[in-house]
């Protein structure tokens, strides 16, 4: 399978890790990822808070690049990137004017006809049998918390997957490594996202609050398919529990770790010794 | 050539202000047909339609045009006219020059010409215009009432006690509905099952109401008058006649733990049960899904206790007809599903309250149970969980209503007193404990209503939050409620024992299907239509059917009860006479041209024409028609639509008659 990638900033930045896991994951799979060529950053928070256009025309010059280099399926890893990649596309399907207007500003033709896909989305695609048949060590020791944040299910109305409020994705994939997925209360509750740099108080108590619920409920780590929520809660963790008066000791791993290593991918080759919190220290 | 006279009314300034009467008059007296033309200021005050009769008479007119307003407003004034002077009154045509002229223009000029123009077309259709008569229909002087809740129940007492003969179809095993399950009722706090149950056992035992219990209305046939209906009795396993009711086969049904629907799945009931002890009829009924004889021919325990023998393993559906002049729908509501499960894709429900997850997140129905003396937990408020009794409890209200994301966007105007009221039964029941409800805005019209919710906050001390929860969670046992306080500005989070939610009112199961058994309309929310929301609230248009309760809209006990007792007094009006009149304007077939291809059978969506054959007196057939039951037309018109062999024609708006219209504007 050979699917357009957009990595967005975090995966060329800061979580280059993830980057690595997904790269190293899906190659096991047969999945190759074509970069779009001359990407450019998806406007993430910042574009819509200021300019509705602005917000519009960045994703939009990505998806016409994707329709440029012939790539109808574009894969996003992060999901505030596809997110607004979804939005993008929605807003000009809709509205045949903007659609023009967008074109001339960022000087090729829109086509929106790119779907875009989160990492879920591509496992799925793979297919849940050919991962189970895939595995070689199953992840029977451990008890993931499924961790959604918002972006991944929200809005419904723009990204259309899962249920909302209660999603079950992410458990099934987990499942068919052999891991034994928690239930748990916070898994479409927000870490804080931004706030981080800004308040990080903010983003202290509510990422205290997901790693607390997913301990109370038995888990013994946390899974998660968004950069932002991986640096707040594995960067953040040690001054979290600080913060909070406790101590947490939860490893907190990409979904591409997961099925990375039930593939039989070491540590190392996955990135995962780059994370912050090893596990059981406690 | 006819005789016609014309009316031309000012009708005060609303009219003569935007046109100039007197030269409408004086242009109309010219057209050809016309006899006399004529103004008068209010042609329907009673020197106006004296003016009128004395004109019929003096000039021997044999038609009269009126321009003035709407016919929805006067057409039945002036027809009373010119039948006084003995002109028959279809025909009588009017102009409407004030709602569809003077009103809508401001020109003086060019309304004046439109208003001769539109006098011009009336005056050439009343010279097509025939005498026609009204259509007499018998009456079957019998109603049928569709559901048996405190609508149901009042509209088929309110009928019977006029001395007219009822059928009450309930498709539950007893009759009572959502009422028979409340707790106490807003604003009086009276026990519901107190004021209710010997309403039931009234209609149960009234000598003029046969009582179809775990019955469905299958179909309607005919019309106003003259229904014909298909009742399916659903097989109870058990004979009604020989049952006492004595209760014994539920005692030794071993199959204990099946979830009670009466206790909306917060008690258990056996196999074998009455729905509550004061369930009427006081008898039975086996729930063939989880007996075990009727499964697997197991058990049979029951058979064996029986002392009358009145439990029947092969009882099977029956069907039985009834003959019937009326019928009143009442068939109720039913909460919105919440959750993730929802019977239509457009409504996503709220997961993010985690009913159907948390077992102490439940809806208001369920709570009314566990308050309800006649409860499960016999009235002591144990939470679903573990049975403790909760120390916090929160209400969220609009749960579903007026939300056009997830929900419905209409107000399910019960809730805010229901809610009220649960947060003072529990306090009544939990003295220590804490209410809170977060509320969107509290609606309370009504008597005594306002002053309930105040004494809920004031004396009980609910606590009410202006602000939607984002949010339930489940932590050591404690349900996390994290909403927000908008008059405070500030977020809210409680640690809550037991969460209820005011779900938002839908129309019952499968009124869909029974009002288009029935050809009554209902909105895109199910809920069913009245023919006028103010003047007409009861009835609907299919002549003879009456709506009362919750399937026409939300609404509380007294109004449910009032439009029931409406209802019933709509169906005594048309059961007064010993046969109906109605208006002669519907379509007829011209069965010496139809060609029989059927087009305006299957078309006509009041299934009012029929297959019909015309014999020769020795019986040999001659030839097939479609024929118009005369009960049944509406008067639409898409028969005439249809017809390839032009046979099918409306009487008084005949094809002649438009066209001539058509033909005098060009």
Redesign the interface.
């Given at each position: 399978m050979n699917l357009g990638y957009y990595p967005g900033c975090a995966l060329h930045g800061s979580s280059n890790d993830y980057e690595q896991s997904l790269r190293a994951c899906l190659g096991a799979l047969g999945v190759t990822l074509s970069e779009i060529d001359d990407w450019i950053c998806c406007g993430a928070t910042s574009a819509h808070s200021l300019n509705h256009k602005l917000a519009i025309a960045l994703p939009a010059r990505n998806l016409a690049l994707a329709h440029r280099q012939g790539l109808a399926e574009m894969f996003a890893p992060c999901p505030m990137c596809s997110m607004q990649l979804l939005r993008a596309g929605q807003a000009m399907a809709s509205d045949t004017r903007l659609r023009q207007e967008i074109s001339t500003i960022v000087e090729a033709d829109v086509d929106g006809g790119t779907s875009v896909l989160n990492l879920i989305q591509v496992f799925q695609r793979i297919g849940l049998d050919k991962l189970k048949a895939a595995v070689k060590t199953p992840l029977k020791d451990l008890k993931p918390a499924c961790y959604y944040g918002c972006l991944l299910v929200r809005p419904?109305t723009v990204v259309n997957f899962d249920?909302?409020?209660?999603p079950q994705s992410m458990e099934a994939i987990v499942g068919a490594v052999g891991a034994k997925p928690v239930e748990w209360?916070?898994k479409t509750?927000c870490c804080g996202a931004g706030m981080t740099m800004a308040k990080t108080e903010t983003v202290l108590e509510l990422s205290g609050r997901i790693l607390g619920?997913a301990v109370?409920h038995g888990a013994n780590c946390l899974v998660v398919a968004c950069p932002m929520c991986h640096v707040n809660l594995d960067m953040k963790q040690r001054e979290t529990g600080e913060f909070l008066h406790t101590k947490f000791d939860l490893p907190v791993y990409y979904l591409s770790d997961m099925v990375g290593m039930a593939l039989g991918l070491g540590a190392a080759e996955l990135g995962i010794d780059r994370h912050f919190v090893v596990g059981g220290k406690n | 050539m006819s005789r016609i006279g014309v009316f031309v009314c000012w009708c005060g300034e609303n009219i003569a202000r935007t046109v100039d009467v007197e030269k409408v008059v004086n242009s109309v007296a010219e057209l050809p047909g016309v006899r006399c033309a004529q103004h008068y200021k209010y042609m329907c005050s009673d020197p106006g339609q004296a003016m009128i009769r004395e004109k019929i008479a003096a000039e021997k007119l044999d038609g009269v045009v009126v321009a003035s307003c709407s016919p929805h407003m006067h057409l039945k004034t002036f027809r009373r006219t010119v039948a006084a002077a003995g002109l028959n009154p279809y025909l009588l045509e009017m102009a409407n020059i004030r709602e569809h002229c003077s009103w809508v223009h401001h020109d003086r000029d060019q309304a004046t010409a439109k208003a001769i123009d539109l006098i011009r077309l009336a005056v050439a259709k009343t010279r097509y215009d025939r005498k026609l008569d009204p259509i007499r229909v018998p009456v079957t002087r019998r109603a049928l009432v569709i559901g048996g809740g405190v609508a149901g129940i009042q509209a088929a007492l309110d009928i019977a006690d006029s001395g007219y003969e009822v059928v009450l179809v309930e498709r539950e095993p007893s009759i009572g509905g959502k009422m028979a399950g409340l707790s106490e009722t807003f604003p009086t706090l009276d026990c519901s099952q107190c004021i209710l149950t010997p309403r039931m056992v009234e209609a149960g035992q009234h000598p003029r109401i046969r009582l179809y219990t775990y019955s469905e209305v299958e179909s309607v046939d005919g019309f106003i008058g003259n229904f014909k209906v298909g009742i399916r009795q659903k097989a109870r396993y058990v004979d009604m006649s020989k049952c006492t009711g004595c209760g014994e086969c539920s005692k030794v049904c071993p199959l204990k733990r099946n979830l009670s629907e009466f206790d909306y799945g917060m008690g258990m009931r056996p196999a074998i049960y009455m729905p509550f002890p004061q369930a009427v009829p006081a008898r039975p009924v086996i729930d063939k899904k989880v007996c075990a004889k009727i499964i697997r021919n197991g058990c049979g325990l029951c058979e064996k206790k029986c002392a009358p023998g009145a439990i029947d393993f092969k009882d099977t559906d029956k069907m039985v007809e009834e003959q019937v002049g009326a019928i009143v729908v009442a068939t109720g509501y039913k909460l919105y599903s919440i959750g993730?499960e929802q019977p239509s894709g457009k409504l996503?429900g709220?997961?993010?309250y985690?009913y159907g997850?948390y077992k102490d997140v439940i809806d208001s129905l369920q709570f009314e149970r566990l308050v309800s003396a006649s409860g499960p937990t016999n009235g002591e408020l144990k939470r679903p969980s573990d049975g403790k009794i909760p120390q916090k409890v929160v209400f969220i209200s609009c749960v579903g209503s007026r939300d056009n994301a997830k929900g419905m966007p209409y107000c399910s105007k019960i809730c805010c007193m229901y809610t009220a009221k649960h947060t003072m039964l529990y306090k009544h029941k939990v003295h220590s404990g804490e209410a809170h409800v977060f509320y969107m805005d509290i609606r309370a019209g009504g008597k005594g209503y306002d002053e309930f919710v105040r004494r809920a906050i004031e004396q009980d001390g609910a606590k009410y939050y202006r602000g939607r929860v984002s949010?339930v969670?489940?932590?050591?046992g404690k349900l996390?409620v994290r909403g927000a306080d908008t008059l405070a500005g500030i977020p809210v989070t409680i640690e809550a024992d037991l969460v209820v939610l005011a779900a938002a009112m839908r129309p019952a199961d499968g009124v869909a299907e029974l009002a288009q058994k029935l050809n009554v309309g209902y909105d895109e929310h199910g809920f069913l239509l009245e023919s006028h929301p103010k003047l007409r609230p009861v009835e609907t248009n299919a002549a003879g059917v009456f709506v009362c309760g919750a399937c026409q809209a939300p609404k509380d006990i007294p109004e449910a009860v009032a439009q029931a007792s409406a209802a019933a007094s709509k169906v005594a009006v048309t059961f007064a006479a010993s046969e109906l009149t109605r208006e002669p304007e519907i379509a007829h077939i011209n069965e010496q041209t139809c060609a029989a291809c059927f087009a305006c059978v299957r078309t006509c969506p009041y299934h009012a024409v029929e297959k019909a054959e015309i014999r020769a007196r020795n019986g040999t057939l001659i030839k097939y028609t479609a024929r118009v039951n005369p009960g049944l037309c509406m008067g639409c018109g898409t028969c005439v639509a249809v017809c390839p062999s032009k046979s099918a024609d409306i009487e008084g708006f005949s094809e002649e008659e438009i066209y001539s219209m058509v033909e005098a504007l060009a």
């Open positions: 419904p249920d909302a409020e209660q209360s916070y509750e619920n109370a | 993730r996503h709220y997961g993010e985690g997850k949010k969670t489940e932590e050591n996390i």
